[in-house]
């Protein structure tokens, strides 16, 4: 490697927070050397394809800072021992999903990639290293990574090369779809550490372009912990209002009047109050889920039950709006064909983890419904995955083209708010569709009125 750099980087996990973080880090410090490094070959080869169309992580922005300066300050490769024992500062950016199996299983995070970053780090870095936790941890997690980190320093104490670590806890807060400006434009960057060496470090890279009085300094311990109760509140804002969107369909109020009512309220606020059929994404229910645990850990059983009801409410969302569609289409969905217009958990990305779609999916697939899927962004076989379905399974069928994706089907779920459903030509779709044609607005994103007039049965969320 050449040693034009001051520093150099190397971030472990290529995926939605280390590909557009260190992108964002490269484009504001050309002085620093990034290496994003992955264990998953095809990941890093599509960071590198030369279609700037085909990489891993959609991204508005995200495609211009990449052909700016992958191969200049920004290097995607799967050289992770390579890359780790060259890095002053290592970003840890693996997955850490609920544990499935075992003790905690359900709740607690699965940390077995944070553990074999931990290792890969211990093994093969040299002199001082920064060790950020960049994942989204459970508190305390730093202990154990410090734990694996100085057991290496015993394996050869009288090795001449002195290895030191410190740990600092820097938790990414961009969401997807908007990723670039929320790290280009953060509300605040929030560093804990130990140290002031390794925070000033850290916080230095950031200063590049953001104000300095929106870096937080903390101990690692709140850092990690702010981090999760960020995503709960966030999550809970969502839960409370969807909760209030049952109300309103059963008392004749109408929940955008509500919102509009209640956020013009500075305390309350306007933002994050847009009722709809549940959160999805990789994190909100896995951090919950995972703050449960720690409460239940330290035998703080009401505070767990508290927040493990937001994680309730979403399910029941969900359930609640496949009922009321298969209410309405009679009580049955056997010989129906129903169309999903959205698959991701949101507009603007191609991410379809913890969709709300899928769950509603799944509920009508079982009510014997056929299912036709139309996502700008996602293809079949990320819906087929989602589904755990395939080709031959023959009822769920995806569709390039929104308007043949409808033909002789009873009804429309709009499952994700893409701007483009507001565009289509709702007549001509009307027209090819079986009668009488359902439309069901879980994200309250088309004109109501207008359909009506063309002739549609609606419901929309949060109306009679
Ligand atoms: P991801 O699954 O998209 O990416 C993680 C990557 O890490 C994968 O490509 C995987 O192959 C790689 N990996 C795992 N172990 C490895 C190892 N030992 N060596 C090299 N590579 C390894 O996950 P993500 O969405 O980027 O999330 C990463 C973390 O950031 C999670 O803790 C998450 O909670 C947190 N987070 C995510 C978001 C988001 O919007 N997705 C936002 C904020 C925080
Ligand atoms: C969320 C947080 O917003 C980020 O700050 C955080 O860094 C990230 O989780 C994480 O830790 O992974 P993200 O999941 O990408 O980001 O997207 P959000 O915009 O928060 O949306 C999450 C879900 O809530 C989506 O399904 C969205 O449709 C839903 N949502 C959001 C609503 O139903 N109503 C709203 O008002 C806002």
């Not at 059929?277 to 951090?287: A, Q, R, Y």
């Not at 031959?392 to 929104?402: C, I, K, Q, R, T």
Request: glycine letters at 6%; aromatic letters at 10%; one cysteine or more.
């Amino acid at each position: 490697m050449l040693n034009k750099f001051e520093k150099k980087i190397c971030c472990i996990g290529a995926g939605y927070v280390g590909g557009p973080t260190m992108s964002v880090i490269a484009s504001n410090c050309p002085e620093l050397r990034v290496d994003v490094v992955d264990i998953n070959k095809e990941r890093i080869d599509a960071w590198n394809s030369d279609d700037y169309s085909k990489l891993p992580v959609f991204e508005p922005g995200l495609e211009n800072i990449v052909k700016k300066c992958r191969d200049i300050n920004l290097f995607f490769s799967n050289k992770v021992e390579e890359c780790i024992s060259q890095a002053d500062i290592i970003f840890i950016s693996v997955n850490t999903p609920t544990k499935t199996n075992g003790l905690g299983a359900g709740f607690a995070s699965d940390l077995k990639w944070i553990e074999s970053s931990a290792r890969q780090i211990a093994k093969y870095a040299r002199n001082h290293t920064v060790v950020v936790e960049k994942s989204t941890l459970p508190v305390k997690t730093a202990e154990t990574i410090k734990t694996i980190l100085n057991s290496s320093l015993d394996i050869n104490p009288s090795s001449e090369e002195k290895k030191t670590f410190s740990i600092v806890s820097n938790p990414e807060f961009l969401a997807e779809g908007t990723a670039i400006n929320d790290l280009q434009n953060p509300d605040r960057v929030l560093i804990g550490g130990e140290d002031d060496y390794s925070i000033n470090l850290i916080s230095d890279i950031y200063k590049k372009w953001i104000d300095p009085e929106k870096i937080i300094t903390t101990n690692l311990w709140s850092s990690e912990l702010s981090k999760l109760v960020s995503n709960a509140f966030l999550a809970q804002r969502i839960s409370s209002i969807n909760s209030i969107s049952a109300l309103c369909e059963a008392t004749g109020a109408n929940i955008m009047e509500v919102v509009g009512a209640i956020g013009t309220d500075t305390r309350i606020g306007k933002k994050f109050l847009m009722p709809g059929p549940g959160f999805g994404g990789s994190c909100f229910k896995k951090d919950i889920l995972n703050l449960v645990y720690l409460c239940r850990y330290y035998g703080l059983n009401e505070v767990a039950d508290y927040w493990e009801q937001v994680v309730k409410i979403n399910y029941w969302q969900q359930k609640r709006i496949s009922a009321l569609v298969i209410k309405n289409l009679f009580g049955t969905l056997s010989n129906k064909k129903l169309t999903i217009y959205g698959f991701a958990f949101k507009a603007n990305t191609n991410d379809t983890r913890e969709s709300p779609s899928i769950n509603i999916s799944k509920y009508l697939l079982q009510e014997g419904s056929k299912l036709n899927f139309y996502d700008p962004k996602v293809n079949q076989k990320q819906i087929f995955n989602e589904l755990d379905v395939n080709e031959e399974d023959g009822n769920v069928l995806v569709y390039e083209d929104p308007y043949k994706a409808v033909e002789g089907a009873d009804a429309v779920l709009i499952l994700t708010e893409w701007n483009e459903f507001k565009f289509f030509n709702w007549e001509a779709i009307y027209k090819v569709m079986r009668k009488p044609s359902w439309i069901f607005d879980s994200r309250i994103s088309l004109d109501q009125n207008h359909l009506k007039k063309i002739g549609f049965k609606v419901w929309t969320l949060g109306a009679k």
